[in-house]
């Protein structure tokens, strides 16, 4: 777990329902769009990613700094069937 003195990277995770999939984005990593069936899988890619686009980006941060998958879906409950 990052310390409370540590940058902490925010990554986005939504489910696409026509695609089936989580997509993955980040106003802190550029250039970040992923996509994964699980929120399992979608965390390996993005350990692997990170780094890659902070080094492509020529970016500042450390290429092991921490990341947050903050994930979200929506839904509506159904209708009870009669």
Same mark, same amino acid.
């Given at each position: 777990?990052?310390?409370?003195?540590?940058?902490?990277? =925010?990554?986005? =995770?939504?489910?696409?329902?026509?695609?089936?999939?989580?997509?993955?984005?980040?106003?802190?990593?550029?250039?970040?769009?992923?996509? =994964?069936?699980?929120?399992? =899988?979608?965390?390996?890619?993005?350990?692997?990613?990170?780094?890659?686009?902070?080094?492509?980006?020529?970016?500042?941060?450390?290429?092991?700094?921490?990341?947050?998958?903050?994930?979200?879906?929506?839904?509506?409950?159904?209708?009870?069937?009669?």
């Amino acid at each position: 777990m990052p310390t409370t003195s540590e940058q902490v990277l =925010a990554i986005r =995770a939504t489910w696409d329902d026509d695609a089936k999939v989580r997509v993955a984005e980040s106003d802190d990593v550029p250039g970040l769009v992923i996509e =994964a069936a699980s929120l399992d =899988a979608l965390m390996a890619k993005l350990r692997d990613l990170i780094p890659e686009l902070l080094e492509l980006n020529e970016s500042a941060l450390p290429r092991e700094i921490p990341f947050e998958l903050l994930a979200r879906h929506s839904s509506r409950p159904q209708a009870p069937r009669k």
